[in-house]
């Protein structure tokens, strides 16, 4: 049954809150890689659901959940390892939020009531606190509180613009079960005004939690803070779950014939957030923020695609899948250098291609892979969305895009080049270790790979997720 | 005639002003118990509730119980733990912040006109109470310094929005396993915020927000 992709996780997450350390290092990987299967599974002949009003596997769902279950098998053989080297408070209650918060992400991938979905996008917010102030430091305490707030209060907002459709179903006086497969059939009849306002909630709601600009500023601060595994998770998964509650809805409005409405909010939201995060990067004194406003830049990327629709559509699910491989590999490559060196702050890091030369090669691939050069997918995607604007007649937001990706890398090659090349301290605390720099290749090569060979029911699940709101490959 | 959801609306109202002009942390607490009573119980006087199932008789105690019960007596607990009476220096002092209390109440008035919803009667007070507390929860969390008011001020912005689910959406879309989903995520949400507390207070001897400022750019 569809369920048990998320009820796996979380009834193991449950129970490794009380097993003993050891046992819940293997129930970790064991879920993970049990959960990967499930989803391969669901992906070759679809479960049925045994609640179908509250689940189901639309095809960008499915998406997101394959690339969430994909990074967290390597995520969490990196955990592993990174465990024993760093000493962690509660690892216990690590473990079990990790898994929780695998389950809750999940949960929101399959979601097909609003409501349901909302549930599980706070939920993940309320597992994933525990990850970032597992060592409760001070400033790791601020992030999470920061963290919880904000994104309890943006949620809030996106439940009350889910009242707002439910509302323009009445106003219509539709009656058709509170689902989005069924509302997108009876879209052309919902109220669009209320619509709009239901739109405007949801996207201020979910995109604080998927880190636009300007209700972003939680997401530097628990990125930086939350030990890099569960960095590696908000950045790479978390985000995306977000990003799809507000796609669902963008389907809905498209369908609704308000498409034109829907995307030139997302096209200003992501354009304004690719803007901030360049400025926020030049000059960044701290390298995983650095990481988190990239991810805010990323976003941003995918929101203007989305928002432009056609063949950007489709680079903006390319860049969704390759983002997600490429910062969590990052992320990873970031908790080395963080062992390594024992600080985030890029001033005191420097000669890492000596020194760790092992995470060098997968730190600097992924900050090629992350700027846009190929062999990397995001070459692909970002090349895909600029056509995109360009084809369907938006020359000045592409040429502003355009500009902002430029800064955007100019800032982050500056920060790489002085880590792996600058004058620095002659030692290292931790010694770099091959386990521990395989899971970031990995994940570095899938996206290499993606880009020569996309297996066929991946690009076919892109293209029927898409093609619902006039999506294509063919410009 | 008195009608009794009037009765309630009201004093949703009068509790939403109550909590903007107290110090008392435990003040507060008893009167965010008594709002969420009030909560959970408008919708059994509302005309379109009367009829109740009977699982929705078993949600509205569930409901009742956590809102009144289960929320309060977390809240209580970090209180007495962290040993915190009252606060000291709001952003925005007592009697101002009562005043804005009577400003959002005109302006949920505006608003619930100038929305053009045609409810009926009772429904427009539900409306126009739903937005006050929706907008007091928020003005709360942005005119006080403690983190646990800050939760508070999160708690009745959540009773507001529930307020206004129950005004806008028809009862036949409200499955009642989704709604204890939603009160599920409050509770473990408040039951997670009081962790952080602990721990806040344990690490800066204090659960003022002044202190965390660490982290910016």
Known sequence: MLESVFLLPLVVGLLTLFLPVRLGRIALVVTALLHLQITLLNWLHPFPSNFPGFFGSAPAGLLVLLVTSFIFVFISLYGIFYMKEQEMQSEPIFIGCMLLFLGTMSMAALADHPIVLWIAIEATTLVSAPLIFINRSKKALEATWKYVLICSVGIALALLGFFFITLSMDHAGLDVPLTFSSLNTAARQLDPVWLKTGFIFILIGFGTKMGLAPMHTWLPDAHSQAPSPASALLSGALLNCAFLGIYKVHTLMVLAGLGAFSGSLLIAFGLFSIVVAGIFILHQPDYKRMLAYSSIENMGVIAFGVGIGGLALYGAMLHLIHHSLLKSSLFLSAGNLVLGFGTKMVAKCGNMVRLMPKTFVAFFGGFIGISGLPPFGIFISEFMIVLGAFQTGHPVAATLFIASLILVVAGFAQIVTSMSFGPCQEEILVQEQILRVVPPLALLLTSVILCIWMPEALYQTIINAITVIGGTIHG | ?217
């Open chain 2, 1 to 217: 005639m008195i009608n009794n959801i009037d009765v309630i609306l009201v004093l949703i109202l009068l509790s939403v002003l109550l909590s903007l002009g107290s110090s008392r942390m435990m003040t507060l607490i008893k009167i965010m118990a008594l709002q969420g009573a009030l909560v959970s119980l408008a919708p059994i006087f509302l005309d379109q509730h009367s009829r109740l199932s009977s699982g929705g008789v078993l949600f509205f105690q569930l409901m009742f119980l956590i809102k009144t019960a289960l929320i309060p007596g977390l809240l209580y607990m970090a209180v007495t733990k962290i040993s915190i009476k009252r606060e000291v220096e709001p952003i925005i002092g007592y009697h101002a912040s009562i005043f804005t209390g009577l400003g959002l109440i005109l302006l949920s008035v505006y608003i619930t006109q100038r929305l053009g919803l045609s409810l009926h009667g009772d429904y427009a007070v539900l409306l126009i109470t739903a937005i006050t507390t929706l907008s007091g929860g928020l003005f709360l969390m942005m005119s006080r310094t403690k983190a646990i008011t800050q939760v508070i001020g999160y708690l009745m912005l959540d009773n507001g929005i529930h307020l206004m689910g129950m005004a806008l959406t028809k009862h036949s879309h409200n499955l009642y396993i989704v709604e204890f989903g939603v009160l599920l995520d409050l509770l473990v949400g408040v039951m997670i915020m009081g962790i952080i507390l602990h721990n806040i207070n344990r690490t800066f001897d204090d659960v003022d927000t002044m202190y965390l400022g660490q982290l910016k750019d």
